[in-house]
């Protein structure tokens, strides 16, 4: 509930109205994200044309679809923190439609059963397997935002064999201490996440002002420090896109 992490919320939620496109919003947070909300429309006059449900999030399963299952668990940091876990879940693998024509196997539900890996029985007496006509099973995707926090086990179990974590960085390693003691993560923290949790690569972001362009120590330095215990390291920045590549078993 720190102001960087809200204080945008009311202007994209007011901005969503006025496109005219929103047809309701559920917004997952910590408690009292409620309660601010409430406040921000009473004192700013704001009037949603949408409806917008608020859930107060818990360790564990947040939302669950036959695509994704996002949940969370906490971090450690002066108020309430979770970092979120998106999983995407496994795919069956292609099934191998012309092998299923020249063997002479009739389409329709057939095909379907053959799809889902079951065994099938045909008219003729023949047993076919549908393993031997899909390719290998697609793994789902795996993504892990951890925000506001310093080193923690929670957020090694929370981004365990993530694709893509993408991690607070806000100090350099030299202000460790100013870290301890803010409950923030230094570049070298994020990096020892990303390497004790086996990721595959590690995006840094929440980078402190003081590292901006013209002071001692700059992002790029951070980025260093990270890719010295992590070489899978990028930095984020705004408008940043970044595709997360599919793997096979």
Not at 166 to 179: L, N, V
Not at 190 to 200: H, P
Not at 209 to 224: F, K, Q, S
Request: proline share 6%; aromatic share 8%.
């Amino acid at each position: 509930m720190h102001g960087d992490h809200i204080f945008g919320l009311m202007g994209l939620l007011a901005s969503c109205g006025l496109a005219g496109n929103a047809q309701g919003i559920k917004i997952y947070g910590p408690a009292g994200l409620e309660q601010y909300l409430r406040a921000c429309t009473k004192y700013s006059y704001t009037h949603f044309s949408y409806p917008i449900e608020v859930q107060t999030v818990e360790p564990g399963i947040l939302y669950e679809d036959e695509e994704f299952i996002v949940s969370c668990g906490p971090l450690k940091h002066k108020v309430t923190a979770f970092g979120y876990r998106v999983r995407e879940k496994d795919r069956p693998g292609r099934f191998k439609l012309e092998k299923a024509k020249a063997q002479g196997i009739p389409s329709g539900p057939i095909y379907g059963q053959l799809k889902r890996g079951e065994i099938v029985t045909l008219a003729d007496g023949r047993r076919i397997m549908g393993t031997d006509f899909c390719e290998p099973t697609e793994p789902g995707r795996k993504m892990v935002y951890c925000t506001d926090t310093i080193y923690c086990d929670s957020a090694v179990e929370l981004a365990k064999d993530a694709d893509v974590l993408i991690h607070e960085a806000t100090f350099a390693h030299q202000d460790a201490q100013m870290a301890k003691i803010r409950l923030h993560s230094t570049s070298t923290m994020a990096a020892q996440v990303a390497l004790a949790a086996g990721v595959k690569q590690l995006i840094m972001t929440h980078l402190s002002p003081r590292y901006a362009p013209g002071n001692p120590l700059g992002v790029n330095d951070l980025l260093e420090e990270a890719r010295a215990i992590f070489p899978q390291t990028q930095l984020a920045y705004d408008f940043l896109s970044y595709e997360i590549p599919r793997r096979s078993t």
